[in-house]
C-alpha cells in the first residue's frame, strides 16, 4: 500500500531554517505531481508548494521566495526547504501524492497523504 513518511520537523527559531523530507513508496505507478501541504492551528489545510513531473513548481503566496521544493522523481522523494521561518509558520505539514496531470495546491486534487510533521517557529 501507498505511505509517505515525512521527516524534518521540530522547533527552529524565527528567522531560521529548516529542509522537511518525504519518503514514499508503494505506487503501482510515480505519482506525476507531489506536494507539500500544511495545516494551521485552527485553520483549514493549505497548499505550500508542490512539484510536477515536469519540474513545474507552484508556491503558496505566503511562502513564495523562502520556501524550495525538489524532487527525486526515480525514488519519489521530495523535500521542502524553507528559510526567514516566521512564527506564522509554524503548522503541521503533510507530503501528498497527485496522479493529476497539473501542478496544483489544491488539496481535492492530491489523493495520498502523510501523517504529517510538526513545525514548531518561535
Known amino acids: 500500500h501507498v505511505q509517505l513518511v515525512e521527516s524534518g520537523g521540530g522547533s527552529v527559531q524565527a528567522g531560521g531554517s529548516l529542509t522537511l523530507l518525504c519518503v514514499s513508496s508503494?505506487?503501482?505507478?510515480?505519482?506525476?505531481?507531489m506536494g507539500w501541504f500544511r495545516r494551521l492551528p485552527g485553520q483549514e489545510r493549505e497548499g505550500v508548494a508542490a512539484?510536477?513531473?515536469?519540474?513545474?513548481?507552484d508556491y503558496a503566496d505566503t511562502v513564495k521566495g523562502r520556501a524550495t521544493i525538489s524532487r527525486d522523481g526515480a525514488k519519489n522523494i521530495i523535500a521542502l526547504e524553507m528559510d526567514s521561518l516566521k512564527p506564522e509558520d509554524t503548522a503541521t505539514y503533510y507530503c501528498?501524492?497527485?496522479?493529476?496531470?497539473?501542478?496544483?495546491?489544491?488539496?481535492?486534487?492530491?489523493?495520498?497523504w502523510g501523517q504529517g510533521t510538526q513545525v514548531t517557529v518561535s
Open positions: 508503494g505506487y503501482s505507478y510515480s505519482p506525476y505531481t
Open positions: 501528498t501524492a497527485s496522479f493529476w496531470s497539473g501542478c496544483s495546491l489544491v488539496a481535492g486534487y492530491h489523493r495520498y
Open positions: 512539484i510536477a513531473g515536469d519540474g513545474r513548481t
